[in-house]
């Protein structure tokens, strides 16, 4: 089955400083990536996600790049703010049939004002 | 208008003990979820159903027995509670392949 591996698994950084997180998966087949954040005691959100068509997405602060040929991708936060403090979570999805999602183990974002 | 909720949010209870926690969405979306996160925050999912239908079941002990009544709940049932069974438990919700959207979660204690 799909394994993905996340890296780092804690992130500090200062306010206004940019944050890169890590992800690869072992599954070619794979073909869909999403990152949630999950805010202390709360539910995991979506916050971006890319399909392997694409190499690169951006919504305002947040961008994920996708490397297909090395099954790696990853989440980059620009202009860091303490609100931005959280535990991030990459997944990935097969397209075929009910396949689920794989988590990676999560990075705990802490962002220093 | 909540989108996926799930009661109860807190339970406390002793081991042995058998307990249920409920889930529905108003999404419309055809599959359903759990997953259990563990202390050290580890997102581990437990069953699968799609329209009313079982499609995953990973090793999970058969003390945990999902029910979906209809495409829009899913209830997980848990008997014979243990201590290794404190965690938090998520539901989620989502049209197959896409994006999947969870619920505010039930945290377990077993004492």
């Known amino acids: 089955g799909e394994n993905v591996e996340q890296h780092p698994s804690t992130l500090s950084v200062q306010e206004g400083d940019s944050a890169v997180i890590k992800c690869t998966y072992s599954?070619?087949?794979?073909?869909?990536f999403p990152w949630y954040k999950q805010e202390l005691g709360k539910r995991p959100q979506l916050i971006i996600d890319?399909?392997?068509?694409?190499g690169e997405k951006k919504d305002q602060r947040i961008a994920v790049t996708l490397n297909k040929t090395a099954k790696h991708f990853s989440l980059h936060i620009t202009e860091t703010q303490p609100e931005d403090s959280a535990v991030y979570f990459c997944a990935a999805s097969k397209p075929s049939g009910y396949s689920t999602l794989t988590f990676g183990k999560g990075t705990m974002l802490l962002v220093s004002p | 208008d909540t989108a996926v909720s799930q009661t109860p949010k807190y339970l406390v209870t002793q081991m042995g003990n058998d307990k249920s926690i409920k889930c529905e969405q108003n999404l419309g979306h055809d599959t359903m979820y759990w997953y259990k996160q563990d202390s050290k925050k580890f997102l581990k999912i437990m069953f699968s159903y799609n329209n009313k239908e079982l499609i995953i079941n990973e090793t999970v002990p058969n003390r945990f027995s999902p029910k979906s009544p209809d495409k829009a709940h899913l209830n997980l049932h848990i008997n014979s509670l243990e201590l290794g069974d404190s965690a938090v438990y998520f539901c989620?919700?989502?049209?197959?392949?896409?994006?999947?959207?969870f619920g505010p979660g039930t945290r377990l204690l077993v004492l």
């Open positions: 989620a919700s989502s049209e197959v392949g896409v994006t999947q959207y």
């Open positions: 599954d070619s087949a794979s073909n869909y």
């Open positions: 890319i399909r392997s068509n694409v």
